[in-house]
């Protein structure tokens, strides 16, 4: 799992790259921004975007997504 993240005071966007395996051993990618506003040390309001075009892109033996 791949992260990246920037902070700015209480908001905070961050990028996620999830990889799953399926029981053939194909691995397919998906890739999600989450911004997340927080409060109290807490998250207070949160949401998700995904690109739904390439969402779990299979992933060569290269490392290349194909979509």
Same mark, same amino acid.
């Given at each position: 799992?791949?992260?990246?993240?920037?902070?700015? #005071?209480?908001?905070?966007?961050?990028?996620?790259?999830? %990889?799953?395996?399926?029981?053939? *051993? =194909? @691995?397919?990618?998906?890739?999600?921004?989450?911004?997340?506003?927080?409060?109290? #040390?807490?998250i207070?309001?949160?949401?998700f975007?995904? %690109?739904?075009?390439t969402?779990? *892109? =299979? @992933?060569?033996?290269?490392?290349?997504?194909?979509?």
């Amino acid at each position: 799992m791949d992260v990246g993240f920037l902070v700015d #005071g209480d908001n905070v966007a961050i990028r996620w790259t999830f %990889d799953k395996t399926d029981k053939d *051993g =194909v @691995v397919q990618r998906l890739e999600e921004v989450a911004l997340q506003q927080w409060r109290g #040390g807490r998250i207070a309001k949160e949401q998700f975007f995904y %690109d739904t075009a390439t969402a779990w *892109g =299979v @992933v060569g033996p290269d490392g290349t997504v194909q979509r």
